[in-house]
């Protein structure tokens, strides 16, 4: 019922992208060009909301110091977005192998084994046959395919397979049926054992299936919620950060974990490599994980088009950022890259000169590597792979002749690969399915973020932390907003504050009041006495004898007549593609506050007290977030419980209350537990 009445009850400047109190502008869906997009953070150019398809260029930094600390912050920021900060609860079955075949230099068995409970990751593990002593342990590379129909059981054309040799892109009809399968075999003869494991909806994946992991929204509208759960790309599931991507990478980090442990694996030596989507995984694992000791994405990281599938998309991924910035938090593991003629072209001019300049901040440019093959269309063919073959011999120290060729190997299919059979059924899957395990899933985050009564005082600080940090990444967006607004103040009629966009219309306001102040003089003597910020319609009276900032108006940045947020243009309507590049509406208006409170106490050194209703009290509590030091209170009308549900409310990916992992991290009273554990004092005034 409150939720209800909150929603019924919401001013419409709150509610929509315009507001009551003064003007409604027409449509301008601009927002402004930050140093993180490629600007000099100077400007405040229009532009549109950012999609995949923009260009993303990246600034290296000044000095290793600044770029780690820049690093660390993309780390968790990516980390945010993959939903492993904190890491799920993973199921702690162990692997099922069976079905051993030895082949001509190596040997292929079916393994698959959970991830999230009720999940399986499955695949061909691919081992040398080469005996070697007990103590010898072999190193490991991860095989996470792209977009070829079907996957690990990838069989191309007749057609295709006789234009790969051809054009000399295959040397071997096997190789050119399934390139995927080549390229395991040849590591495997190398000396390494190979996890080639399926994306979400391919070969032996089904529980989610191809449709609803990779082609949402173009075969009809999105499942509803029941009361088991609720699917993927709902609004509840964004705000708890479950999305395909996440998903994805998350079966990546439980492999880490799972085919580590094999007695002959040398878990110190792990790469990942894939091409297309599968060097999508592979970078973005690589930057999370530091268990990977380095990663070959061919055919992916550019400037260019960023990823174009619901797998390689996520909310809050791209906010300020792009590929090729975070490829470099690699640095300084090895890193390889290959280009071909489609969005990578551009990479030997425009990304990769940057990529060794970031490498060359820890003194090794030599450790990233692109191999441009531009005269190929998208692909990992054979030269591509070879050009991996030798990146992976150097990696490890192999000790191989280079270049290494592949040679002709025995072509498995669909029936001899999978994992499923009598005495291995295959899992529960469906949209059924689908429900349950986010909603277990998103179950485990509550009861971890709940303030621990058993746990005593290190587990709480370590919720803290985690609750900072994501909440952090959530609202740093913000500061981007600030920087490219013009803000003014007028001293007549009446103090105020304008923020305004580079076309003059104005997004927000405050006007000032001095209350029980007569005369100038006494307004001067009282110009570093304490401040209070009032949003919107505070019911407990405000102090006498002190400065009063009021908020009278708080747009958003991308004016809109609507009633919910701008979404970029995309056939497939999943938040990532609008939220993966730039940051929710709430957090853009948070910006506009920010910026109109830097002007407002910018010469007083007072602490400030904010007085808001319960509607503002994000915009309240984000400010003291943003601008840790000078807001001493935070007064809020109501009680506790009357926050909560804050954001749950959001019922729509386009609805004005919708902010992407809020859920993830406690809601609004989350946010306020952080702002308190930092030194904000956080009153209910009931």
Known sequence: ??????????????????????????????????????????????IALRDLNGHFPVKVADSLAQWQTRAEALRLQTKVAMASHPLPIFASTKPVIHGRREMDGYS???????????????????RPLEK???????????????????????????REIKQQIAMGAERFESAATNMLQAACVQLARMGCIVFQYDMLGYADSQQISFQRAHRYGLMGPNEPTTQTGWPLYSATAESYGQSVMAIQTLNTIRAIDVIGSLDDVDASRMVITGA???GTQSFIAAAIEPRLTGAFPAVMVSTGM???????????????T???????????????????????????EDGFPELKQFYGLFGKPNQVELNAFIHFPHNYNHVSRTAMYGWVNRTFGLRLEEPVLERDFTLLGRDELTVWDDEHPSPPSGIDFERELLAKWAGDIRAFIKPSTSGGETQNKKVVQVLREGWTTILNPALAIVSSLRVTSEKTPAASIHAALSTGETVGRLSMTMAGIDNDENAQRNEKSLVVLALG???????????TWRLQTLDDVFKSTSDG????????????????????????????????????????????????????????????????????????????????????VANSITDPDFVPHSLRYGDLPGLLRVAEESGTQVKFAE
Not at 336 to 345: S, V
Not at 539 to 546: A, F, Q, S
Not at 575 to 580: D, L, M, P, R, V
Request: glycine letters at 10%; aromatic letters at 8%; hydrophobic letters at 40%.
């Open 276 to 278: 297309s989507g599968g």
């Open 108 to 126: 292929i068995e079916k393994i698959y084994f959970e991830s999230l409970p009720g999940l399986f990751v499955t695949g061909s593990l691919f």
């Open 537 to 547: 319609q505070p019911t407990k009276p405000l102090p006498g004898g002190r400065k």
């Open 565 to 648: 947020q701008i979404l970029v243009d995309q056939p497939r309507p999943a938040a990532s593609y609008t939220y993966g590049y730039n940051a929710p509406q709430m957090v853009r208006r948070l910006g506009v506050l920010v910026a109109l409170f830097d002007e407002a106490v910018k010469t007083t050194d007072a602490k400030i007290t904010v007085s808001t209703d319960a509607e503002h009290a994000f915009f309240a509590t984000g400010l003291a977030m943003l601008r840790p030091g000078k807001i001493a209170a935070v007064s809020i009308d109501g009680t506790a419980q009357n926050l909560d549900g804050f954001f749950s």
């Open 306 to 320: 960023q990823g174009g599938c619901t797998c390689e998309n996520a909310c809050g991924l791209r906010v300020g």
């Open 1 to 46: 019922m409150l939720n209800l009445i909150r929603r019924i009850s919401r001013p419409c400047w709150i509610r929509r992208p315009v507001h009551c109190l003064t003007v409604v502008f027409a449509i301008a869906a601009t927002s402004f060009v930050s140093e993180a997009n490629g600007d000099d953070g100077n400007s405040s150019k229009p």
């Open 132 to 158: 070697t002593d007990q103590a010898t342990r072999r190193p490991v590379v991860l095989y996470a395919h792209g977009h070829w129909e079907n996957g690990r059981f990838h069989e191309a054309s007749p």
């Open 322 to 348: 792009g590929n090729v910035e975070i490829a470099a938090t690699i640095a300084p593991r090895p890193l390889g890259l290959t280009a071909a003629n489609d969005w990578t072209k551009t990479m030997p």
